[in-house]
């Protein structure tokens, strides 16, 4: 994986990770946890799918 595909999945999971928090649904503890999913999931071939998800949103709401 670069550091192209990883961007878009760092930033998904790190903007609901502070949603979440601020929203008070959840703690810092589990925002922690959201957040370790996130680099476990970079780090398999799912990245691909996400990416492709994460890059159609960006692209349909940007536009």
């Known amino acids: 994986m670069n550091e192209a595909s990883a961007l ?3 930033l998904v999971f790190g903007l609901a990770s502070v949603l979440l928090v ?8 589990q925002a922690g946890l959201i ?3 996130g ?3 970079a780090l398999t ?3 691909y799918t996400v990416t492709g998800l994460v890059q159609w949103l960006l692209q349909r709401f940007t536009a």
């Not at 601020?22 to 503890?29: A, D, H, L």
């Open 35 to 37: 957040f370790l999913f």
């Open 22 to 29: 601020r929203s008070r649904e959840v703690v810092w503890w």
């Open 39 to 41: 680099l476990y999931t």
């Open 8 to 10: 878009p999945l760092m």
């Open 45 to 47: 071939p799912i990245v």
